[in-house]
Every structure is written in C-alpha cells, then in structure tokens.
Nanobody, 116 residues
C-alpha cells in the first residue's frame, strides 16, 4: 500500500509560479513511474507530466517549457514546478504512481487557481 499526499496548491496570478510537492508513504520501495494529472471543471482528467524512478521525464505539449517534474527518492517526494502560469492551468492537480505489479495509487488532489 502507498499513500500519496499533495500540498502547495493555492491562488496565483497569471504569469506567477507555484510548486506542488507530492509526498509518498507506505511501501515506497515499490514505487516506479510517477505522474502529475490535472482536472479542470467540466473536463476530463489529463496527464501533465511523468517521471521514471531513474529520472527520465515526459511532458504534455501544453505545459512543456513551463512546468518541471522532479523527484527525490530519498525523501519519497515528487514535485511539480509550475512557471508562467495561465488561467487555463486552473485545475485540481493529482499525483499518481505505479508500484511493482502494476497497481496504481492516487493522491487526493490540490487545487490550483490562476486568476487576477
């Protein structure tokens, strides 16, 4: 079992920055690839970025160049650094991970609102 807890959400002005941590607990030794997803009101949940245990990353086109995903395996924490935020980035951001055997776990979500 793995538990994921996001934090760091809030209200930020357009053009601003925010960093979201996702702390894992439980059987963290079994965690492999981790990802950030987001879901805006009335829209489907979408993939934002992915990072393997070794640190290889992949980004969706609408955040590439603005967002940076990273992880600190020693601290069992994944991060999403969000820069140059736009109103269309407003969403609930979720962290997700896969563990050995292919089971996935999700956090409860963190609200990010980009508005002036």
């Amino acid at each position: 079992q793995v538990q994921l807890v996001e934090s760091g959400g809030g209200l930020v002005q357009p053009g601003g920055s925010l960093r979201l941590p996702c702390r894992a607990s439980g059987s963290t030794f079994s965690i492999g690839t981790m990802s950030w997803y987001r879901q805006a009101p009335g829209k489907q949940r979408e993939l934002v970025a992915t990072i393997t245990r070794a640190g290889s990353t992949n980004y969706s086109g609408y955040v590439k160049g603005r967002f940076t995903i990273s992880r600190d395996n020693a601290k069992n924490t994944m991060y999403l650094q969000m820069n140059s935020l736009k109103p269309e980035d407003t969403a609930v951001y979720y962290c997700q991970c896969y563990v050995t055997g292919g089971v996935d776990y999700w956090g409860q979500g963190a609200q990010v609102t980009v508005s002036s």
